[in-house]
């Protein structure tokens, strides 16, 4: 990824994070992309012939500039909307884990 660009800087700066919410399990988050940034991010990220993300893995997601805090998973890709990538992690997982991996 061209991480010393500074117009591929600019979209990392403008990746939008939405509040988290939860269920009895998980708590989720959807993570938005800037559409530019999609023509950005390596072809074998995506399904092949279409224009779909396939689940991450973390590496990868923090690769392309996605920041959070340990514990999420890419668990879901929307197809309409192929710059949003939908997280999850154990519910609570802060409390039991702290920062170990």
């Known amino acids: ?5 500074a ?17 009895d399990e ?11 940034m999609l023509k950005l ?11 779909v993300l396939r689940l991450l893995t973390e590496d990868e997601w923090r690769g ?5 805090s340990l514990g999420w998973e890419h668990y879901e890709t929307h197809a309409p909307e192929p710059h949003i990538l939908l ?8 409390a039991k884990y702290g920062n170990q991996r």
């Not at 990824?1 to 660009?5: A, F, L």
């Not at 117009?7 to 269920?23: C, K, N, T």
């Not at 997280?87 to 802060?94: A, I, L, M, T, V």
């Open 7 to 23: 117009a591929y800087q600019d979209l990392v700066d403008r990746i939008s994070y939405s509040d988290r919410y939860s269920d």
């Open 64 to 68: 392309i500039g996605i920041t959070q």
């Open 87 to 94: 997280f999850r992690r154990e519910k609570d997982y802060q």
């Open 1 to 5: 990824m061209p991480t010393d660009d």
């Open 41 to 51: 991010i390596p072809k074998e990220y995506f399904e092949p012939d279409s224009n």
């Open 26 to 36: 998980f708590e989720y988050r959807h993570v938005q992309l800037p559409r530019q």
